[in-house]
């Protein structure tokens, strides 16, 4: 749907429904769609359009990609991976299943969102399940979390267990949620250099770190660990909140970019660089790759900003490539120059 519509006419309606309730009929109707003869022609010509060659990264048609926390079960993205992404990640996945009943709250004048269990998933067989009949071609990266309460040999098994099936079906890669972990860091250090070692796959392992994350706390994480051995780092959108719960929205991105920054100053260069903290306008997602980002997620922008909002981030990154390789053209001795330019290639 075009942003004109969503912000006049559906947020509003969505926004005085019970969160869970209004997700759900969300999905539900972008499932639909996806899963109709005709659907993906429907979804284009309200307004999106097939990614530029200009913004191809070289692993994925376009730098945005769109966050588990929208779909985490890889519900409707049949639906959702026509409207510019150019790959999506599900998740967080647990081997069993996390319940919560507890309601998720949204502050539209804040545009925050609160989620009481941050790790609620259906469990691996149901992801599994959906997966294999995603009916998309884009890229499908994984996020990976251990059972609360589960002890380091556990976590380990756990996680060879989940990379494992999920590979099976496709996965282009894995985020590996070390949140609930790096307390201890020598702990941390143990379990994650083993689930590397037992991982009997080639797919590309990310770690997925929390966007506040200080800079002793990131050179104390990165230093014993083999780099050589992760593809590179998300940085995620959620912050830390009373009672166990998350907060996710446009206040997490000053944290998202200090978190950057220390992470191109103390991570190989070579390493991919993903940010999903409070991207909820083209701006945000040019600030974070100006920054030295590889690509961003949208997760609460994408509830705010509307359905428009990763097609208007790749018309911004095509302008400011645009604008970055124009040339202009020296003026001709004895004469008055005519300014002009020429576009590069990207």
């Known amino acids: 749907m075009p942003d004109w519509s969503y912000q006049t006419l559906f947020r509003p309606?969505?926004?005085?429904?019970p969160a869970r309730t209004a997700r759900r009929i969300t999905l539900n109707a972008f499932g639909a769609v996806g899963r109709m003869p005709g659907g993906a022609f429907l979804i284009k010509t309200l307004g999106h359009q097939e990614p530029s060659p200009l913004l191809e990264?070289?692993?994925s048609a376009t730098p945005v990609g769109l966050s588990?926390?929208?779909?985490?079960?890889?519900?409707?993205q049949r639906?959702?991976?026509?409207?510019g992404f150019g790959f999506v990640e599900i998740g967080p996945v647990t081997v069993q299943p996390i319940a919560s009943h507890e309601p998720i709250e949204l502050n539209a004048k804040q545009e925050l969102i609160?989620?009481?269990?941050?790790f609620e998933n259906e469990g691996l067989p149901a992801v599994i399940q959906k997966l294999a009949a995603s009916g998309h071609s884009l890229p499908k990266y994984v996020r990976i979390a251990a059972m609360p309460g589960a002890s380091d040999e556990e976590v380990i098994?756990?996680?060879?267990?989940?990379?494992?099936?999920?590979?099976?079906?496709?996965?282009?890669?894995?985020?590996?949620?070390?949140?609930?972990?790096?307390?201890d860091a020598s702990v941390c250090h143990r379990i994650l250099n083993r689930m590397v070692d037992c991982a009997e796959t080639e797919c590309p392992f990310f770690l997925y770190l929390p966007p506040d994350?200080?800079?002793?706390?990131?050179?104390?994480?990165?230093?014993p660990i083999d780099c050589s051995a992760w593809h590179g780092v998300v940085i995620g959108g959620e912050l830390a909140a009373e009672g166990g719960a998350a907060v996710q929205g446009s206040c997490v991105k000053?944290?998202?970019?200090?978190?950057?920054?220390?992470?191109?100053?103390?991570?190989?260069?070579?390493?991919?660089?993903?940010?999903?903290?409070?991207?909820h306008e083209p701006q945000d997602a040019t600030l974070f790759l100006q920054n030295d980002a590889d690509a961003v997620l949208l997760g609460s922008g994408f509830v705010f900003a509307g359905p428009g909002l990763p097609k208007r981030i790749n018309d911004a990154i095509i302008s400011n490539k645009a604008a970055s390789t124009a040339v202009p053209e020296t003026p001709s001795s004895g004469g008055i120059g005519v300014g002009c330019v020429c576009l590069g290639s990207a």
Not at 13 to 17: M, S, Y
Not at 68 to 75: A, F, R, S, W
Not at 168 to 174: E, K, N, R, S, W
Not at 264 to 270: A, I, K, N
């Open 68 to 76: 588990g926390t929208i779909d985490p079960e890889g519900t409707a």
């Open 254 to 279: 000053s944290s998202g970019l200090e978190t950057l920054r220390l992470v191109r100053q103390l991570g190989p260069s070579s390493w991919i660089v993903k940010v999903a903290a409070g991207v």
């Open 13 to 17: 309606l969505l926004l005085r429904l």
């Open 157 to 183: 098994s756990q996680f060879t267990h989940l990379i494992d099936r999920l590979t099976a079906v496709g996965a282009a890669g894995i985020y590996v949620d070390i949140t609930s972990l790096i307390g």
């Open 213 to 223: 994350l200080s800079e002793d706390r990131l050179h104390h994480l990165l230093q």
């Open 79 to 83: 639906g959702l991976a026509r409207l």
């Open 57 to 59: 990264t070289g692993w």
């Open 114 to 118: 609160y989620f009481p269990e941050p």
